[in-house]
């Protein structure tokens, strides 16, 4: 097939003004999901007494429901009338204060209840599947309206990326300290609940006032729900879905345990901020690399590098005897710029998948696709952490015990770098072999469908 030349020279349809508001709108947008999968289980069991098979399971059961409710809130959202502030951004402010109010739910209403607490959490969290899409879906579907310039989308993704990256660092460096500080954990996690349900409200309306859409559909007819099928079934749209799933289960099961681990086997939980901050090192140097290495290599290659690095960080510190806290600091450090460049290049993908659903299918699906990655980010509180909860239950996990057993330790190795490591790998083996877009193929779809755009508007 014969390659279509990309223009040498893109005049950028970004302001600063608005990439400070796209970072904004990110960085408010991943607190409440990095708190649950953070905090929620240890939450549960340590402080409101809930069975860690119970919340297990109910981490299981929502990930179900989501298998169901993503894709039709995405084709919800996709045929929502247009309002004045574009497609997609009147409907994230509404999403916001509605999911922010139901984030409060799930961590204060078991909490200030006596009886009931099990019901409430079900209640609560399941809701939270829902309504959190109506927050998440229509941001994840702003690149491809932002810009059609491969430019620019390689710096959103990269802007969103590393928004979610430093918000996901906040909470997990500073919600503990916080957290401590208070005379009792039940306290101080009613405080710092609180505080990140303001912050996600401020950011999120600020930064959503501060985008603008620019690209509408070439066609004005929309997507019916048979077609849901052959959008979600797409070879690209497909591929990028399994790999994330795996790859983000894997960091649901560390990031929902990793507490544990420096509470029970290191026993030195000053370090577990510390490795939350490391990943800073790998933001900094995917903002700094990944311009130049995707313009070389293309997205394919890039990401295939940064599962790779995960994967080897993962691996090493399984080694790592528990008397040498500060090597499990050092490896997270020299391992972040796998995740870094991951999330820096991930939404750049996502943004190439809706262009091909409409270069192969001829229609939008924006929040089709971005659905998917609502469900990927759920999964990961929800599959990755009831992984870890029903591990902990199968180790003998005491909660609040000084000591663990020997049996214990041994397991909380398990859950946080051999089992992340094998789905890792599993990502990285369906990356290489299965996604199409080569950069070469990326480079020809934009000016075939640069050029419709030009004739639909003449």
Not at 68 to 81: A, E, K, Q, T
Not at 204 to 215: A, C, D, N, P
Request: charged share 15%; hydrophobic share 50%; proline share 5%.
């Amino acid at each position: 097939m014969e390659t279509i030349a990309g223009p040498q020279h893109e005049t950028s349809l970004l302001s600063f003004k608005e990439k400070i508001a796209f970072f904004s709108v990110n960085f408010g947008n991943i607190p409440i999901m990095t708190m649950m999968y953070t905090y929620l289980l240890l939450f549960y069991t340590d402080v409101v007494g809930l069975d860690p098979v119970a919340i297990g399971t109910l981490f299981l059961i929502a990930r179900v429901m989501d298998g169901i409710s993503d894709p039709i809130m995405g084709y919800v959202i996709d045929h929502l009338p247009r309002l004045k502030m574009g497609r997609f951004r009147g409907y994230l402010l509404i999403g916001v204060i509605v999911c922010s109010l139901n984030f409060l739910l799930v961590w204060l209403g078991p909490s200030l209840v006596t009886t009931g607490k099990l019901v409430i959490a079900y209640v609560s969290y399941l809701l939270i599947g829902w309504t959190f899409d109506l927050m998440d879906i229509p941001l994840n579907s702003m690149i491809p309206v932002m810009s059609d310039k491969d430019k620019d989308r390689n710096t959103l993704s990269i802007i969103k990326g590393v928004g979610y990256m430093v918000g996901a660092i906040v909470i997990v460096t500073g919600a503990l300290p916080l957290i401590n500080a208070f005379p009792t954990k039940r306290e101080g996690f009613h405080v710092v609940v609180i505080g990140v349900a303001v912050i996600v409200v401020v950011l999120s309306v600020f930064g959503t006032l501060g985008i603008k859409e620019r690209i509408f559909p070439v066609r004005k007819e929309r997507y019916k729900v048979k077609n849901i099928k052959e959008i979600v079934g797409a070879q690209p749209v497909l591929i990028l879905f399994l790999e994330n799933l795996a790859w983000q289960i894997g960091y649901g099961v560390n990031s929902g345990t990793q507490v544990f681990f420096f509470l029970y086997v290191v026993k030195r939980p000053d370090l577990f901020p510390l490795v939350g901050a490391s990943y800073l090192l790998g933001i900094l140097v995917s903002v700094v690399l990944a311009p130049g290495l995707i313009k070389r290599f293309g997205k394919k290659t890039c990401l295939a590098y940064a599962l790779m690095i995960s994967l080897i960080g993962s691996m090493i510190m399984f080694f790592i005897p528990s008397n040498l806290p500060i090597m499990f600091v050092i490896v997270a450090m020299l391992a972040s710029p796998g995740i870094g460049m991951n999330s820096a290049i991930y939404y750049g993908i996502q943004a190439d998948n809706t262009d091909y659903v409409e270069w192969k299918l001829g229609y939008r699906a924006d929040a089709a696709v971005a659905s998917l990655n609502s469900f990927i980010t759920k999964a990961v509180q929800g599959i990755g952490s009831a992984i870890g909860a029903y591990l902990l239950a199968f180790y003998h996990y005491y909660p609040n015990a000084e000591t663990q057993t020997t049996e214990t330790i041994r397991g909380l190795y398990n859950i946080n770098f051999a089992i992340p490591a094998v789905f890792m790998l599993i990502a990285l083996l369906v990356w290489f072999l299965g996604y199409p877009l080569t950069k070469e193929v990326t480079v020809q779809m934009l000016a075939e469908l640069t050029e419709q755009r030009k004739l639909a508007a003449e």
